[in-house]
């Protein structure tokens, strides 16, 4: 039994699997709310500890541009609340930046529209 337990864990070509809970230490909200899904997050460029896990290196390289939170998990095939946590690791430790998307422009009220129209009549 030892033996089935010990080859569910292990991928023949790819090594040990860790499950998805075991990277975030069970954790599973990020330590910073601001670390929404639709968050972006850019590497700030500072100096790296040596310490971090492979899937936070992997995380640093795609961050060195603007990236969607959705986009990185994509990448990096992980389950999206486990990025969170682990770009709220990196968050903390200042090695990226986290920011909200882009607010979209609201929409122009009646008045500006109705000015708009006159100016095109008048020309």
């Known amino acids: 039994m030892t033996d089935r337990i010990h ?3 292990l991928d023949e070509e790819a090594g040990p699997v860790v499950p998805a809970y ?14 929404d899904l639709v968050a972006i997050v ?3 460029g500072g ?3 040596v310490s971090l896990g492979p899937e936070q290196w992997m995380i640093l390289s795609l961050c060195a541009r603007a990236t ?11 389950p999206l609340g ?4 682990l770009v709220g ?10 920011r909200p998307p882009a607010n979209v ?3 122009p009220n009646a008045t500006i529209l109705t000015e708009v129209i006159s100016g095109l009549r008048a020309l």
């Open 7 to 9: 080859d569910q864990w």
């Open 68 to 78: 969607p939170l959705a986009d990185i998990a994509a990448a990096i095939d992980l």
């Open 42 to 44: 850019m590497a700030t």
């Open 82 to 85: 486990v990025v969170r946590v």
């Open 105 to 107: 422009a609201q929409l």
């Open 22 to 35: 075991a990277l975030t230490k069970g954790r599973v909200r990020p330590s910073s709310k601001a670390i």
């Open 47 to 49: 100096p790296t500890p």
């Open 89 to 98: 690791d990196l968050h903390e430790q200042g090695l990226v930046q986290v």
